[in-house]
């Protein structure tokens, strides 16, 4: 058994993984996979790799409209599932409402809310965010 880091693998510890994979009967264990797409380094990086299992996990919800180089998950449990099996804590969460300051191109500064923003931009996600103007 070896560990090594998505980052390592995509650079010189590649080719000894790759090396060392080249026979045998490997499984190969990725954290966080929801990082991995199919078009990205770190996914490339994995599915290129000799093995005859692969187990991919990861604790953040399926995300069914984004590249994954593993496909959808074969098995799914809900955190209220996992709570009902005693596997992780009750979730006790709060609501806040954050407001920021945006500079404008014009050198303004536009006040809103973190809800506003995404509103705004028409997504949650970072780069819809990052590109909206």
């Known amino acids: 058994m070896f560990a090594v880091t998505a980052q390592a693998l995509i ?10 994979m ?4 490997w499984m190969i ?4 996979y929801h990082h991995y797409g199919m078009e990205k380094s770190w996914g490339k990086a994995v599915t290129s790799l000799n093995y005859s299992f692969l187990l ?16 959808p998950p074969d098995v799914v449990v ?3 599932e996992a709570v009902e099996q005693a596997c992780v804590k009750p979730l006790k969460g709060h609501s ?14 536009q006040t809103m809310t973190t809800d ?5 931009a028409g997504s949650d996600k970072p780069a819809d965010i990052e590109n909206h103007h």
């Open 22 to 25: 080249e026979t045998g009967s």
């Open 78 to 80: 809900s955190y209220r």
């Open 56 to 71: 991919a996990m990861s604790a953040t919800p399926y995300r069914p409209d984004e590249d994954s180089a593993f496909g």
């Open 29 to 32: 264990t990725v954290d966080e």
């Open 96 to 109: 806040y409402v954050y407001k920021i300051d945006a500079v404008l191109q014009s050198g303004e500064i």
């Open 116 to 120: 506003e923003l995404v509103k705004d």
């Open 11 to 20: 650079k010189a510890a590649g080719d000894i993984v790759r090396a060392l």
